[in-house]
């Protein structure tokens, strides 16, 4: 499957940014997504995932938990990232990823693909 990345830029603190990834390729429902960030002079960290089985399941780091909200659209093959509240430590190159998986994780190496990433800066 191939990942497509948008909707990052500049905003200031407090706001807000909605990420989406597009998919093609085979088919995505069957794919847990996620998303990771990757600060400068920082390793690449785990953001949020989702599942989409008999009801959907739901994993977001802590750093994230209540700012953020991950989705999914199956029909048009595009998860999204809604980003609220805002802050400067958010700032970061954003990936989204995909796993042959159906077990949620926050560990990158469970996920066999990947999107070029989108650049989130968030101003104070």
């Known amino acids: 499957v191939q990942l497509q990345a948008s909707g990052g830029g500049l905003v200031q603190a407090g706001g807000s940014l909605r990420l989406s990834c597009a998919a093609s390729?085979?088919?995505?429902?069957?794919?847990?997504m996620g998303w990771f960030r990757q600060a400068p002079g920082k390793e690449r960290e785990f953001v949020a995932a989702?599942?989409?089985?008999?009801?959907?399941?739901?994993y977001y780091a802590d750093s994230v938990k209540g700012r953020f909200t991950i989705s999914r659209d199956n029909a048009k093959n595009t998860v999204y990232l809604q980003m609220n509240s805002l802050k400067p430590e958010d700032t970061a190159v954003y990936y989204c990823?995909?796993?042959?998986?159906?077990?949620?994780?926050?560990?990158?190496?469970?996920?066999?693909?990947w999107g070029q990433g989108t650049l989130v800066t968030v101003s104070s």
């Open positions: 990823a995909a796993a042959d998986s159906c077990i949620l994780s926050d560990n990158d190496r469970r996920y066999n693909h």
């Open positions: 390729g085979r088919p995505f429902g069957r794919y847990v």
């Open positions: 989702i599942r989409r089985g008999d009801r959907t399941i739901y």
